[in-house]
């Protein structure tokens, strides 16, 4: 990746990372390389921060809720050609949205590591990774199963609320839209899915969209260990979760 540079022989920034694949849970590392440009300048600040990007439908992207924001260093002088390296490695929470499902990037969604220089008289030349975050192996048995019973995904949005029946760290949730199998076509519209993870769990909550939402805060709502996650039969609770969703009554506001 060439340098970002600030306008006016500014100095410019470029970040590396160690490992762009990461999970939930784990950390991304890597190193901020920053360059002086024409004359010494007063840097007030580096901050890192992960937000996700989504496509907006008109050829461009939206930023969504940050998932991380750190100041990586105090403030110093960066001389004229001055080469300065800062390390980082930073912790990534449990409920990191991830970007692919099964080995397929999930449509129209990324998330970004940027990069901000805060330079005295100086715009920020700014620097954005993209990092691919993968799912835990107890969800990818559960996404397996989603991908057996033949549900296709639609497309991924953000919702800065709660998910009921479980507990949740974030205030917000990603939730990945499904398309429901052949068979329940004219019976359900679209199926939600989210998912919540802590160090010892793994929860997902599903959802027919075109439904009324059940008085029992528990239907949709499954969580296991993540070592109990490849012994469940997944294809069997999934399927009888749809039958019930499909006997539900419909939503007045589809």
Not at 187 to 197: C, E, H, M, N, Y
Request: glycine content about 10%; overall charge negative.
């Amino acid at each position: 990746m060439s340098y970002g540079q600030m306008a006016g022989g500014g100095p410019s920034v470029d970040t590396i990372l160690a490992e762009p694949n990461c999970k939930p849970g784990g950390v991304v590392a890597g190193k901020v390389h920053l360059r002086g440009g024409s004359g010494p300048v007063e840097i007030r600040h580096v901050t890192l921060a992960l937000m996700p990007r989504m496509q907006n439908g008109y050829g461009g992207e939206t930023a969504g809720p940050e998932v991380y924001r750190g100041a990586l260093t105090r403030g110093f002088q960066l001389d004229a050609a001055q080469h300065r390296d800062l390390a980082f490695s930073i912790p990534l929470p449990y409920e990191l949205p991830f970007t692919t499902v099964l080995g397929h990037e999930l449509p129209g969604f990324t998330i970004g590591m940027c990069t901000e220089v805060d330079a005295v008289g100086q715009p920020d030349p700014g620097d954005i990774d993209p990092i691919s975050v993968e799912p835990l192996e107890s969800q990818q048995w559960v996404l397996a199963s989603i991908a057996q019973l033949g549900f296709q995904v639609a497309n991924v949005t953000f919702e800065e609320s709660k998910l009921r029946g479980v507990a949740q760290q974030l205030p917000f949730h990603q939730e990945i839209h499904l398309n429901p199998p052949a068979a329940y076509e004219g019976r359900i519209d679209k199926v939600g899915l989210s998912f919540v993870a802590s160090p010892r769990s793994m929860a997902f909550v599903l959802r027919a969209e075109d439904r009324e939402a059940p008085r029992d805060e528990s239907f949709g709502v499954f969580q296991v260990a993540h070592a109990e996650a490849a012994e469940t039969e997944w294809n069997t609770k999934i399927g009888e979760w749809l039958e019930a969703a499909a006997a539900l009554p419909r939503s007045a506001h589809t």
